[in-house]
């Protein structure tokens, strides 16, 4: 049995189905899916219309900085203070690259 097939049941299995006709079980499926997709379009949108970067954006920005620069290279080595300046420049910069994507829009 595929794996797609697998999950197909699995998914049937936690909606509780069984006692429903054919053509119920069809509708309460793709409305769960429908549900599902539609959510998820959601959240993908939120995301891309978020003015504030997330905690993990900022962080990947300031590593990335950080891994241009000569002098130590392993992030985790490197002390509180320098990780919380290599953030700070990350979140400006990222608002900054915002900013401009603002007014690109207007």
């Known amino acids: 049995m595929s794996d797609l097939t697998q999950q197909a049941l699995a998914a049937l299995a936690d909606a509780g189905l069984g006692n429903e006709s054919a053509a119920e079980a069809f ?3 793709y409305q ?3 549900d599902k997709a539609f959510n998820l379009a959601i959240r993908i ?3 891309l219309n978020a003015d504030e970067p997330t905690d993990e ?3 990947t920005c300031a590593r990335g900085f950080f ?3 000569p002098g130590p290279t392993n992030w985790d080595a490197v002390s509180e203070v320098s990780k919380q300046a ?3 420049a990350a979140r400006k910069a990222l608002a900054a690259v915002n900013a401009m ?4 829009q207007q």
């Open 57 to 59: 954006e900022i962080e």
């Open 45 to 47: 949108e939120n995301e």
């Open 86 to 88: 290599w953030l700070h």
């Open 27 to 29: 509708v309460i499926g």
């Open 67 to 69: 891994e241009g620069t």
């Open 101 to 104: 994507k603002t007014k690109e």
């Open 32 to 34: 769960a899916g429908w």
